[in-house]
């Protein structure tokens, strides 16, 4: 955890995510990064030298066989406050609509209704948890199926809703996170989802380990491509100005 905590710290003011007073959210879905995230930032916020404070939101989509009880135990083990709020995602995409792509429909709910949860409690930042491997996987996603070089932004602000997106696991690998969620045991939340594990980001995820078995350092060397190529938000000499 304390590898995790240095990685986490050394992002947030790289990119400088949190600023004193911020009160920030983590969006729980019971996953292994966002619980990690949650983890990790209710202890950053026990020493970080500027004082901030940490929620929990947790969007219940009515996916049949999860349950979030264990998740606010954790809450409460932290210290953190937990909202759980009930939201008919899974009937409204696979029993009404029975989308044939569902992820696409799926995120555009599940972010129409944390952005209202989040502006209903006066909180302006979240933090998402995304990582080092999701940068690098997306980043070939959208070349490979869109034609164009992009990814999602450390720190986002989304001007219609006035809220403020950080991704603080953004240095840490999939790899790290997945031991470090094991030794704490932390309450992963299993997804049944029908479309876990067949999507295009599976498919990514696929090829880049087919790579590593020839290219040792690929993951290091796109990560790095992110920082030096003039994509908004994520050159490290700009932050420093």
């Not at 759980?84 to 899974?90: A, L, T």
């Not at 995304?130 to 992009?150: C, K, P, Q, S, V």
């Not at 696929?206 to 990560?223: A, T, V």
């Amino acid at each position: 955890m304390q590898h995790i905590l240095g990685q986490v710290r050394r992002c947030v003011e790289d990119y400088h995510m949190i600023e004193a007073g911020d009160k920030v959210a983590v969006g729980v879905s019971g996953g292994k990064d966002s619980l990690l995230t949650l983890t990790a930032l209710a202890r950053l916020r026990d020493f970080y030298p500027l004082p901030f404070q940490v929620e929990a939101i947790t969007l219940e989509t009515g996916t049949p066989g999860m349950s979030f009880d264990a998740v606010a135990e954790l809450c409460r083990e932290l210290e953190v406050p937990y909202t759980r709020i009930h939201v008919p995602v899974y009937q409204i995409v696979f029993e009404e609509r029975k989308e044939k792509n569902p992820c696409s429909l799926c995120a555009k709910l599940r972010r129409g209704s944390l952005n209202t949860a989040l502006t209903e409690r006066g909180i302006h930042k979240i933090a998402l948890g995304h990582h080092y491997d999701d940068a690098i996987e997306t980043l070939l996603m959208n070349l490979l199926f869109e034609g164009r070089i992009g990814c999602f932004q450390p720190v986002t602000y989304l001007d219609r809703t006035g809220i403020t997106q950080i991704r603080p696991l953004l240095y840490c690998r999939e790899d790290d996170i997945r031991r470090t969620v094991e030794r704490l045991r932390l309450p992963v939340v299993h997804n049944p989802c029908p479309a876990n594990g067949s999507t295009r980001r599976q498919e990514v995820k696929d090829l880049i380990h087919q790579l590593e078995g020839r290219y040792p350092d690929i993951k290091q060397k796109l990560f790095g491509s992110l920082q030096r190529y003039p994509l908004y938000g994520w050159n490290l000499e700009q932050q420093e100005r």
